[in-house]
């Protein structure tokens, strides 16, 4: 082990589909209040769509549900990442570019007779 241990957390008493839990969470009660109104709105919805009216069966197309949305939100958060990834790499090549321009405008400068001295 490595001694590090999980920040203590609360125990909460809260139902998901008529099903009594206790919780232990290091979240806030607010946070908690949503976890449980998102999964106990889909294991209602998947319980009303189900022939068999299982709730284990609920669980699992829940718990797909909750899944598959996680995936989309994960592919989609991936491709933003990659395209300001690449769009910062533009503009950190453009202004490379623009920074050794002026370098060389300003050396070319210097390199030219200033005028007549008196």
């Known amino acids: 082990m490595d001694g590090h241990k999980p920040p203590a957390g609360r125990v909460f008493e809260v139902e998901i589909a008529g099903v009594p839990l206790r919780l232990k969470s290091s979240h806030n009660e607010q946070t908690v209040k949503e976890l449980v109104e998102l999964v106990d709105g889909k294991v209602r919805a998947a319980l009303g769509a189900s022939k068999t009216g299982s709730i284990q069966n609920a669980v699992i197309l829940a718990s797909l549900n ?44 210097e390199a030219q007779p200033s005028g007549a001295e008196i």
């Open 66 to 109: 909750l899944a598959e949305e996680f995936l989309m939100l994960k592919r989609k958060t991936m491709a933003e990442l990659d395209h300001l990834e690449s769009r910062a790499q533009k503009v950190l090549m453009e202004l490379e570019s623009s920074r050794a321009s002026q370098t060389s405008l300003n050396a070319s400068q």
